[in-house]
């Protein structure tokens, strides 16, 4: 048994008379942002998201915050006076730093439980733009989801042409492989045993590398779409029985 108590069975003595004295005596909490006080944590933090565009979830998830980033995080907007568009555009997390590390100043923002805070999935929303002589005026929110959009996409194309290159290395090294299993069989055949460089001598966790690089998906459509590799792999078992 340990020595810490358990405050499991605390919680369950813990009347509803005591939780609403404990509600009670909440007070409000002001804005990160600007002068408004909510009644609530959750109000305050919807707040943020609605009126300024600044979504906790979204920057929890792109920075991979812990409950110590928030406090900076939470620090660094009332010592700096961030603007909320800042942040969200910003590409590195701006609050990581230890001096902001300290007990926050309005107290209130640490009851939020950010550790259990999720990214809400984005729902597609209508804007309206407004096109006039041939200027196209767009709310901030509009902006923000726009900038957000293209960032988002550039990261993806950036991660799938990472992808295409990693295929494309592996279609490489198995070509190169299947060559030399494929000579190793017409050379050794008809001659004393040669010691080769085939699949065969190959130690079992040296399969780790091959059977990853089937893990892409590009690698089978590109395999199934080439039909000399296809008659290669029909003939491979067979050269590497000799
Ligand atoms: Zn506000």
């Given at each position: 048994?340990?020595?810490?108590?358990?405050?499991?069975?605390?919680?369950?003595?813990?009347?509803?008379?005591?939780?609403?004295e404990m509600e009670s005596q909440n007070t409000t909490v002001g804005c990160l942002f600007c002068s408004e006080t909510l009644p609530s944590i959750d109000e305050a933090v919807n707040h943020c998201e609605i009126v300024?565009?600044?979504?906790?979830?979204?920057?929890?998830?792109?920075?991979?915050?812990d409950c110590y980033s928030y406090i900076k995080l939470i620090n660094y907007i009332n010592l700096t006076k961030a603007k909320p568009l800042d942040i969200m555009l910003s590409t590195q997390p701006l609050w990581d730093d230890e001096k902001y590390l300290k007990p926050v100043e309005n107290h209130e923002w640490l009851m939020f439980d950010f550790e259990s805070l999720v990214e809400k999935p984005t729902s597609p929303k209508s804007y309206?733009?407004?096109?006039?002589?041939?200027?196209?005026?767009?709310?901030?929110a509009h902006f923000l989801e726009l900038q957000r959009t293209i960032q988002s996409l550039t990261e993806q194309l950036k991660e799938s042409q990472t992808h295409l290159e990693m295929a494309r290395e592996d279609m490489n090294k198995m070509k190169s492989s299947i060559q030399t299993i494929v000579q190793s069989g017409t050379t050794s055949s008809n001659s004393e045993p040669v010691v080769v460089d085939c699949v065969s001598k190959l130690p079992i966790e040296h399969d780790a590398g091959y059977?990853?690089?089937?893990?892409?998906?590009?690698?089978?459509?590109?395999?199934?779409?080439?039909?000399r590799q296809l008659v290669l792999l029909q003939y491979m078992p067979l050269t590497n029985r000799m």
């Open positions: 048994m340990s020595d810490v108590p358990d405050l499991s069975s605390d919680e369950e003595h813990f009347e509803d008379d005591e939780w609403q300024h565009g600044f979504k906790l979830g979204e920057l929890k998830s792109k920075f991979n915050m309206h733009a407004n096109v006039e002589n041939g200027v196209v005026t767009l709310s901030q059977f990853s690089s089937y893990a892409h998906f590009g690698i089978h459509y590109e395999m199934l779409s080439d039909k």
